[in-house]
């Protein structure tokens, strides 16, 4: 096995405890060769940790928050400048185990595999967003077809797609397809490259002995306080999951109807409790729809605020 140049990237963002756990994980895995930390205008005192790290090992980018897909587009871009061979890419809140890279590496030495994907346990338990394959010409079907998590997966097997959460990628595959869409900005971003990935020929696989750990979140607020908190992210739901069925569907229904389902759903959830909790509100409606309307003509980046509380 020859000597590989092994950058591992991690897109952060205001989450500088999950940042320093993860930091300290990959430095017990050999052989990353450098650290790439892409903070995406953090204000908790990312960047000021980050400053006193030894540079040796570790190089941060500090840029405006441009959301996760922005963030990884520009670090696998800059890994490919610093000569990175493989490109090792996650968020801030999965944790490596010591012999993840090890468990990884052996598969490296197949040439039509482009991206290696680690098994991901929430306490102990398995996490994962993996899948075998794609439904492109049922609208009414789920677009991830054969979801690991239902399946009993004890040897390395040949998958669609994975989150951005520890892929290890091949650079020939960044040179053959370009850096994810950075336009997403969050969600999406994975699936689209992983796409792109297999229709340029190469495999991914999934690698259960390779573990990494996932960060549990856990919040008292209710329903309505949670959706609040989180319907600017809706938006980028719909938009993007629209853009990937419209992109690649294989027939008019699923280029277009798979997406209004979809939409109608959170639509007809925000008419229906409006009146009553202040998750949603009449004012959402009209922005879900657009959101809708975006994806299907492939109108990306960032939206204007979606202001919780005045809308």
């Known amino acids: 096995m020859g000597k590989k140049k092994i950058i591992a990237v991690v897109v952060t963002y205001n989450r500088l405890p999950l940042l320093q756990r993860n930091i300290e994980c990959l430095r ?78 052996p598969y490296t030495e197949h040439p039509e595999v482009g991206i290696l994907a680690p098994r991901r346990l929430m306490e102990g338990q398995v996490y994962t967003n993996d899948f075998l394959d794609y439904d492109f010409r049922h609208p009414f079907s789920s677009l991830y077809k054969g979801k690991l998590k239902k399946r009993p997966v004890t040897a390395p097997v040949e998958i669609a797609g994975t989150a951005f959460e520890g892929p290890f990628i091949r650079r020939d595959v960044v040179e053959d397809i370009g850096l994810p869409n950075k336009e997403l900005f969050i969600f999406c971003d994975d699936t689209d490259y992983c796409i792109r990935t297999r229709r340029a020929g190469y495999k991914i696989v999934y690698v259960p002995d390779a573990l990494m750990d996932k960060e549990k979140f856990f919040s008292s607020d209710t329903w309505a306080e949670r959706n609040r908190k989180k319907k600017w992210k809706r938006y980028y739901q719909v938009r993007n999951s629209t853009y990937l069925n419209h992109r690649y569907g294989e027939n008019w229904p699923v280029r277009h109807l798979r997406g209004f389902v979809g939409v109608m759903g959170y639509i007809l959830t925000a008419a229906v409790t409006a009146p009553f909790a202040d998750a949603y509100r009449w004012g959402d409606i009209p922005k879900l729809w657009k959101a809708y309307r975006d994806g299907i003509h492939e109108r990306l980046g960032k939206m204007d605020e979606w202001n919780t509380k005045k809308s």
Do not use: H
């Not at 895995?29 to 930390?37: A, E, G, K, Q, Y």
């Not at 500090?62 to 520009?74: L, M």
């Open 28 to 105: 017990k895995n050999r052989p990353v060769d450098r650290i790439l930390v892409i903070n995406n205008g953090s204000t908790d005192g990312t960047a000021e940790w980050l400053a006193g790290q030894d540079s040796a090992a570790l190089t941060v980018i500090t840029q405006p928050n441009v959301g996760g897909s922005g963030g990884f587009y520009r670090g696998i871009q800059e890994a490919c400048r610093l000569g990175a061979d493989w490109i090792w890419c996650m968020d801030d809140d999965v944790f490596p185990r010591p012999d993840c890279l090890e468990c990884l590496l």
